[in-house]
């Protein structure tokens, strides 16, 4: 009998174990589950919705090493990312990609300009920017460096985004916000 309930015990743990290593390395190379915290995104996320980030979209990192697995593509234009921001590593920013590398970016008179035209994109075009911070003076034509992205906050009066900060390395992507999963009222796709 006490080896039977050894046996079961020893099952239980495995399993347990079994089950944490998958969910691991689910977490560290396919997905990440992140939760708002503040109104920089509102109005497409709001403080409290949970959203599911897909790490293999842009290539999961390989952890405790600067090397990344490669992805499908690299972030295109006007769509959400999660990442790294330069000012403080120890969180995960969520924003807008306005600026790829080389692109040109002027925020005037609450407009995004990329490459000297005027954004129309309903995502960006929506949405009034404030002319703030070292990066996004008045007057200011920001050039996007090799390897960087300019990201901003749907709320721009808000966010702390790159007209404060700078770039995002994009060493320091983690993924792409595929959709809001909770609350229920709130799931859908984000774009």
Known sequence: METRKKGVVREWVESIVIAAAIAIFLRTFFFQIYKIPTTSMVPTLKPGDKIFVSKVTYGPKIPFTP?????????????????????????????????LPGDTIEIKEGNVYRNGTLVTDARVARNFYY??????????????????????????????????????????VVGKALFIWWPPQRVTMLE
Request: proline content about 7%; cysteine-free; overall charge negative.
């Open 131 to 172: 002319n703030q911070g070292d990066y996004g003076k008045e007057g200011a034509v920001i050039v996007v460096p090799q390897e960087k992205y300019f990201a901003l906050g749907d709320n721009s009066y808000a966010s702390l985004d790159s007209r404060f900060w700078g770039f995002v390395d994009e060493q320091d």
């Open 67 to 99: 090397l990344r697995i490669p992805g499908w593509r690299s972030p295109v234009h006007d769509e959400i990312i999660v990442f790294i921001p330069p000012h403080d590593r120890k969180k995960a920013y969520i924003k807008r990609v306005i600026g």
